[in-house]
């Protein structure tokens, strides 16, 4: 064989096992679960209300608890993660009855998330 034919022969190869290597080194794992824990916000509104919400995810279950007499408890699931770091959250709540899509935006500091515009700060693992 010629040197020409070799060479294609192993760019051949290597791009064939890059093409079926390739999703082992992708990590779309939506098991690892950086929500678990108690992140609260808090702000005044434009009213000079004092406000806060607190969510506590543990399990596959959340809670959501606000200032208000406002409180949601169900079961949680991230369902998709996207390349800016953002994650899809299915919530499911009173009793199976009510479903929501929220978005969760991490950043680059694991203990600031914001869900819904609010920015939330986790207060425990």
Sequence with gaps: MKLHHWLTLILAVLLV???LLWPRFQNNDVSVD???GTW???GVNEDEYPWWMEYEFQDT???LTTDS???EEGTYAITER??????LVKKIYK????EYNMT????DDPNMITIDGAVLNRVSE
């Design 40 to 42: 609260r916000a808090e």
């Design 104 to 107: 969760v935006v991490t950043t």
């Design 61 to 63: 279950r959340y809670t």
């Design 17 to 19: 096992g890059g093409f």
């Design 82 to 87: 996207f390349l800016d770091g953002s994650l």
């Design 34 to 36: 950086e929500l678990t």
């Design 95 to 98: 009793d199976g009855s009510k």
């Design 69 to 71: 007499s406002y409180k």
